[in-house]
């Protein structure tokens, strides 16, 4: 019963009038009186932020905020994956036989995820990473490690939630929500960094389209909070060992090596 009425309040709300009244809200000047309890509520580090609250004039402009510049370290290194947002960590794994991925007990699709058989195929037996982002983090995605674009594409019409209850109750919201893919070729083999929309907000803004990327730098930002999914080749990936799940990280932090085949 439970999972029923979940799945029907978010029917009932994630439509397009009220997604579009949400960015009209929050893209408005009466969402400014917000951003200083916004503020309070979530405990946000103020002195990580790039200007002082007041100079935003809108909740949007405070959600895609960027950070003061020393407030990241990245920990550079040719094979070192650091995490691309600052995040919980809540899962990794192995990319099971059938091709699906295990998130909460929930089976997820790979081929839907990413929207091809062929796509899914190349992470065949690989690990998988997810990082969700609650609306108090930081809202920029950087790269993860030094890598040419493979390619990009967009996947997807309609955001649910992708919090605890929404991956538990929802209609499999990693491989069917908004998805912006880009598929990254490092010199270990290939990855798959999956952006995937939130509730009523679907926008993931890419910053950089470029066709190289480069370990640290910013490239793409979520206008509320999310998730980021890392797919990666089988063989190609060893998760830091200090790291216990489910944790958080930070943007540049460590979480793990890129091994050679």
């Excluded at 579009?20 to 400014?32: A, V």
């Excluded at 060992?241 to 793990?256: D, H, N, S």
Aim: aromatic share 12%; hydrophobic share 40%; net charge positive.
């Amino acid at each position: 019963m439970q999972k029923q009425l979940y799945r029907l309040f978010i029917e009932l709300t994630n439509k397009r009038w009220s997604s579009r009244l949400l960015e009209t809200f929050t893209c408005s000047s009466l969402s400014k009186p917000m951003i200083r309890s916004f503020i309070r509520a979530y405990k946000i580090n103020e002195k990580e932020m790039e200007y002082p609250a007041e100079d935003y004039q809108t909740l949007h402009d405070f959600f895609m905020r960027r950070l003061a510049p020393e407030a990241r370290k990245i920990q550079y290194g040719a094979d070192h994956v650091v995490s691309p947002v600052d995040a919980r960590l809540e899962e990794a794994g192995t990319i099971t036989p059938s091709r699906d991925i295990v998130v909460k007990g929930k089976p997820y699709a790979v081929a839907e995820m990413l929207g091809s058989e062929d796509k899914a195929r190349a992470y065949d037996g690989g690990v998988f990473l997810v990082l969700y982002l609650s609306p108090a983090h930081y809202h920029r995605i950087h790269s993860p490690v030094d890598a040419a674009v493979i390619d990009r594409w967009i996947l997807g019409r309609y955001s649910y939630p992708v919090h605890s209850y929404g991956l538990k109750y929802g209609r499999a919201p990693l491989s069917k929500n908004y998805r912006d893919i880009t598929e990254l070729q490092h010199f270990c083999g290939r990855m798959a960094v999956v952006k995937v929309g939130a509730m009523f907000v679907n926008a993931v803004e890419r910053t950089h389209e470029n066709q190289v990327w480069k370990q640290g730098e910013e490239v793409a930002y979520f206008n509320f909070g999310s998730t980021v999914v890392l797919l990666f080749e089988k063989g190609t990936f060893a998760l830091d060992q200090r790291l216990t799940l489910p944790c958080e990280v930070k943007v540049g932090e460590k979480i793990g090596l890129l091994l050679k085949q």
